[in-house]
């Protein structure tokens, strides 16, 4: 008897540990359960390349008040290649990102964000705010800071008037997926979802090297949860319900920054100024100092539309992982789809930032194992979109699940498996190739463990 019952208490406690948390800053990790591996570009060749690091979530451990993931910092979609001849590739970070569990609002003065990391999507992949650390030397009349720049004349506090915005300044280095390394550490400024499923395509670096991003952005649904800052407040994607108490349908949602009109900068380049870059791996191009180029470009403009988003770019309101409310951060884009500043954050934090990345975890936790927990995914969760179809050369297979392996059939008339592929767990597409197939009525069989739906597939060349 006694026995049983030393067995039976384990038993409570393993499922304690196991099943019963539900905390989203513990349980939205992807964690890789399967040995999934980053792959990469290189320029000129659109066959990726294994990087033989394991991709996502390694691990994720938590305390009463923290939350610690260790990640490589190498999703599980395609990197690069980065085409301003960045020589960086995405490396292992052996990351241990620190999160508060318990965040709280900064009631005194707004922090600023920083240079470098001040988040971490689901994935494990870091966040850049909108800097590229390069700024304008007014004494000089020069780009400087940053690499392939001259120091700024007067030393690193000198000089802030005018901070480079990224997204304008480096498209050309970024990926199909919107991002790229610094040092190895691949990150995203802006909003992780590929270039090519904007509404307005503003880079072609997809049409020869295909990837898919985080996720993909549906009109039609709340966005999913897509990282934690580093004040512990979550982030979402472009879209979500209108009004804060989930009501009004859903709705992009709008930064409350927008261009000053102006047509000078004080102690900065005049507004479309042409700037040809000195040295470093762009020595030589030429950049259209638009507005929009800098920060400083930007004012802010309080809009009391529930879905504009405060100075920090986010707002409290119910979430479907936070049915009774929180502070979020949103990856805001305009109506094109194409990144909003500021981006995800910034340039202040709401929070108190506690979190931070550490060497390794100085106190007791539980680990957190969402192998282990209880799945129940709701009935649209297979909700697959399919495109083109009819189709001639290829099939695109969209999935808005995060965290789940997808097996992918493509079946004839004839009950045969003609093509199979999958969607990894932290990526969103598979692209079936049907070029060699002969016409006919084909049928798509999309599987989660007991879960299957099949699609009607025309092929017509």
Same mark, same amino acid.
């Given at each position: 008897?006694?026995?049983?019952?030393?067995?039976?208490?384990?038993?409570?406690?393993?499922?304690?540990?196991?099943?019963?948390?539900?905390?989203?800053?513990?349980?939205?990790?992807?964690?890789?359960?399967?040995?999934?591996? *980053?792959?990469?570009?290189?320029?000129?060749?659109?066959?990726?390349?294994?990087?033989? #690091?394991?991709?996502?979530?390694?691990?994720?451990?938590?305390?009463? =008040?923290?939350?610690?993931?260790?990640?490589?910092?190498?999703?599980?979609?395609?990197?690069?290649?980065?085409?301003?001849?960045?020589?960086?590739?995405?490396?292992?970070?052996?990351?241990?990102?620190?999160?508060?569990?318990?965040?709280?609002?900064?009631? *005194? !003065?707004? /922090?600023?964000?920083?240079?470098?990391?001040?988040?971490?999507?689901?994935?494990?992949?870091?966040?850049?705010?909108?800097?590229?650390?390069?700024?304008?030397?007014?004494?000089?009349?020069?780009?400087?800071?940053?690499?392939?720049?001259?120091?700024?004349?007067?030393?690193?506090?000198?000089?802030?008037?005018?901070?480079?915005?990224?997204?304008?300044?480096?498209?050309?280095?970024?990926?199909?997926?919107?991002?790229?390394?610094?040092?190895?550490?691949?990150?995203?400024?802006?909003?992780?979802?590929?270039?090519?499923?904007?509404?307005?395509?503003? &880079?072609?670096?997809?049409?020869?090297?295909?990837?898919?991003?985080?996720?993909?952005?549906?009109?039609?649904?709340?966005?999913?949860?897509?990282?934690?800052?580093?004040?512990?407040?979550?982030?979402?994607?472009?879209?979500?319900?209108?009004? !804060?108490?989930?009501?009004?349908?859903?709705?992009?949602?709008? &930064?409350?920054? /927008?261009?000053?009109?102006?047509?000078?900068? #004080?102690?900065?380049?005049?507004? *479309?100024?042409?700037?040809?870059?000195?040295?470093?791996?762009?020595?030589?191009?030429?950049?259209?100092?638009?507005?929009?180029?800098?920060?400083?470009?930007?004012?802010?403009?309080?809009?009391?539309?529930?879905?504009?988003?405060?100075?920090?770019?986010?707002?409290?309101?119910? /979430?479907?992982?936070?049915?009774?409310?929180?502070?979020?951060?949103?990856?805001? #884009?305009?109506?094109?789809?194409?990144?909003?500043?500021?981006?995800?954050?910034?340039?202040?934090?709401?929070?108190?930032?506690? *979190?931070?990345?550490?060497?390794?975890? =100085?106190?007791?936790? !539980?680990?957190?194992?969402?192998?282990?927990?209880?799945?129940?995914?709701?009935?649209?969760?297979?909700?697959?979109?399919?495109?083109?179809?009819?189709?001639?050369?290829?099939?695109?297979?969209?999935?808005?699940?995060?965290?789940?392996?997808?097996?992918?059939?493509? #079946?004839?008339?004839?009950?045969?498996?003609?093509?199979?592929?999958?969607?990894?767990?932290?990526?969103?597409?598979?692209?079936?190739?049907?070029?060699?197939?002969?016409?006919?009525?084909?049928?798509?069989?999309?599987?989660?463990?007991?879960?299957?739906?099949?699609?009607?597939?025309?092929?017509?060349?």
């Amino acid at each position: 008897m006694k026995k049983t019952l030393f067995l039976f208490t384990i038993l409570l406690i393993y499922i304690e540990t196991s099943f019963a948390q539900t905390n989203p800053a513990i349980t939205a990790w992807i964690q890789n359960h399967d040995g999934t591996t *980053g792959r990469h570009y290189v320029a000129n060749n659109p066959t990726p390349i294994d990087d033989g #690091v394991l991709a996502n979530v390694q691990s994720v451990d938590y305390s009463d =008040n923290w939350v610690y993931v260790s990640a490589t910092g190498i999703p599980s979609y395609i990197t690069g290649p980065f085409l301003d001849n960045n020589p960086s590739l995405a490396t292992d970070q052996q990351a241990i990102y620190k999160i508060s569990l318990n965040p709280t609002q900064n009631m *005194g !003065t707004a /922090t600023n964000t920083t240079g470098g990391n001040i988040g971490v999507f689901v994935n494990g992949v870091s966040l850049f705010d909108y800097r590229d650390g390069v700024r304008w030397d007014n004494n000089n009349n020069r780009l400087c800071g940053g690499p392939g720049n001259p120091p700024c004349s007067g030393g690193p506090q000198a000089n802030r008037d005018w901070n480079r915005d990224a997204i304008p300044a480096e498209m050309g280095g970024f990926d199909c997926n919107k991002a790229h390394p610094a040092m190895g550490n691949y990150h995203h400024h802006q909003n992780p979802s590929a270039f090519d499923l904007d509404l307005l395509v503003i &880079s072609d670096v997809c049409d020869t090297y295909p990837a898919d991003g985080l996720y993909v952005i549906d009109v039609n649904a709340h966005s999913p949860l897509i990282g934690f800052t580093y004040d512990g407040f979550p982030i979402y994607g472009a879209y979500a319900y209108k009004n !804060t108490d989930g009501t009004g349908g859903i709705a992009r949602m709008k &930064s409350s920054y /927008t261009l000053r009109n102006i047509t000078t900068r #004080v102690n900065g380049p005049y507004v *479309g100024q042409v700037f040809t870059i000195q040295n470093g791996p762009n020595a030589g191009n030429q950049q259209v100092m638009d507005l929009g180029y800098f920060r400083e470009d930007y004012e802010y403009i309080n809009n009391s539309e529930p879905d504009y988003l405060d100075e920090h770019n986010g707002r409290f309101a119910v /979430t479907p992982d936070y049915p009774q409310g929180v502070y979020a951060y949103y990856a805001t #884009v305009d109506e094109n789809h194409n990144s909003a500043y500021p981006y995800v954050v910034g340039p202040t934090y709401y929070g108190n930032v506690t *979190g931070t990345d550490v060497n390794t975890i =100085n106190e007791n936790t !539980t680990n957190y194992d969402s192998n282990l927990s209880v799945v129940e995914l709701p009935e649209n969760s297979l909700d697959i979109k399919i495109y083109p179809n009819p189709t001639q050369d290829f099939i695109a297979i969209q999935s808005n699940l995060l965290d789940k392996k997808l097996q992918l059939e493509l #079946v004839n008339e004839l009950g045969q498996v003609v093509l199979e592929s999958e969607i990894l767990s932290g990526s969103t597409l598979s692209v079936l190739e049907t070029h060699t197939l002969y016409n006919g009525i084909y049928f798509l069989k999309v599987s989660y463990e007991e879960q299957q739906k099949s699609y009607k597939i025309i092929i017509n060349k």
